[in-house]
């Protein structure tokens, strides 16, 4: 591959260029895993894989390249049982889109990645009026009405101000699960003190891959054991039916992750000028 056909190719995200480190994920790290055998989850038909966290084309906020059938035709090849497509601020979902996940297999779950104080919060089988919520007293709200969704707290501990911090130990209560980002390295770990906090509160720590370039879309993920239908899920989740299966990245992956996400934020803000 030429230089400049190698650069164009990082910018892009190409997956030609990039390798496949993750195609086999290893045993989870995190000691919050929930106990089943690696091997038994890993070849087991009875758990789901499930991808809680991801982008797509006409996300409000982040310039994404796949549209949700690029991402669901992906997700298929990868072996993906179960996603929630999570644009930020409104619920990214149609009859159209569910019926060409089920003709995939795949079972397609309304989700969404709303604000608090600009601050990112996931919501999986999510309702319509999550989309309004923007304080914790409406949080508190929407839960009582819809218990069968589950309240990811994002990223909560990585710098800046997307993500919770002190608020997610204010608002415990609120939250069904904590995630567990992909972004890594067995030194560099922002993942923490969020799994400190899982575990002081029972809380599910959920290995998610807030995939806004495809081929990472299975960077991190769980495997669920339960029916393959939304309520069921949700229950298995909030019961710890589940498995990480994530790795701590090198620093080299991150830098090159995070460089490819940059450019194409850069390139979306240049197209809406
Ligand atoms: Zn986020
Ligand atoms: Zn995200």
Request: net charge positive; hydrophobic share 35%.
């Amino acid at each position: 591959m030429s230089k400049k056909r190698r650069k164009i190719a990082v910018m892009q995200g190409d997956a030609e260029f990039m390798t496949k480190p993750y195609a086999v994920i290893r045993r989870v790290e995190t000691k919050q895993s929930e106990g089943f055998p690696y091997e038994a989850v890993h070849n087991s038909k009875t758990f789901l894989k499930c991808q809680f966290h991801c982008h797509v084309q006409g996300d409000p906020l982040d310039n994404i390249q796949h549209t949700a059938k690029e991402l669901l035709t992906h997700a298929k090849k990868v072996g993906f049982d179960v996603v929630s497509i999570t644009c930020h601020r409104k619920i990214h979902f149609s009859k159209t889109l569910e019926q060409y996940a089920q003709k995939l297999d795949i079972l397609l779950i309304p989700g969404i990645e709303f604000e608090i104080n600009g601050k990112h919060i996931l919501c999986i089988n999510a309702h319509k009026n999550i989309e309004k919520v923007d304080s914790y007293e409406k949080l508190e709200i929407y839960k009582k009405a819809h218990q069968d969704s589950l309240i990811i707290a994002a990223h909560p501990f990585f710098p800046g101000k997307i993500a919770l911090q002190k608020d997610l130990p204010k608002n415990i209560d609120l939250f069904d699960a904590i995630e567990n980002s992909f972004c890594y390295t067995k030194k560099i770990d922002f993942n923490k003190k969020a799994q400190k906090l899982a575990q002081q509160h029972n809380k599910p720590f959920l290995a998610l891959a807030d995939c806004h370039i495809l081929p990472y879309l299975d960077i991190g993920y769980i495997k669920v054991k339960a029916q393959k239908n939304a309520s069921a899920i949700i229950k298995a989740i909030k019961n710890h039916q589940y498995q990480n299966f994530t790795e701590p990245k090198s620093l080299w992956q991150i830098t090159k992750i995070l460089f490819q996400m940059y450019m194409l934020g850069f390139r979306g803000k240049r197209g809406r000028k």
